[in-house]
């Protein structure tokens, strides 16, 4: 089991920037991939970026590109979403998730990931 628990959310204003974290426990963090979804209301789950287990592959939805970076501390057990130039648009429900995975290509698919965390809140103000 890998428990993940993200943090760093909160409440800012358009053109703002946000760090989001993802903290696992239970595995060696190193054996997974990692993602991060968003969840706005009344829409279904997107995908906003992954990274693959060594951080050396990374990738991103076109609506956050250049905008948003995923990164992995091995050491620490920690990714990272850096967000900036937010948008109202941005608004959502954010969460990570891991998969067991030493591939070298990220994991893009929800349906792929078998651990999640609670999700933080990112508010984005016009």
């Known amino acids: 089991q890998v428990q993940l628990v993200e943090s760093g959310g909160g409440l800012v204003q358009a053109g703002g920037s946000l760090r989001l974290s993802c903290k696992a426990s239970?595995?060696?963090?190193?054996?997974?991939?990692m993602g991060w979804f968003r969840q706005a209301p009344g829409k279904e789950r997107e995908f906003v970026a992954a990274?693959?287990?060594?951080?050396?592959?990374?990738y991103y939805a076109n609506s956050v590109k250049g905008r948003f970076t995923i990164s992995r501390d091995n050491a620490e057990n920690t990714a990272f979403l850096q967000m900036s130039s937010l948008t109202p648009e941005d608004t959502a429900v954010y969460y990570c998730?891991?998969?067991?995975?030493?591939?070298?290509?990220?994991?893009?698919?929800?349906?792929?990931?078998?651990?999640w965390g609670q999700g933080t809140q990112v508010t984005v103000s016009s």
């Open positions: 998730a891991a998969v067991l995975s030493r591939a070298v290509d990220v994991v893009r698919e929800d349906y792929e990931y078998d651990y």
């Open positions: 990274i693959n287990w060594s951080g050396a592959v990374t």
């Open positions: 239970g595995r060696t963090f190193s054996n997974y991939a």
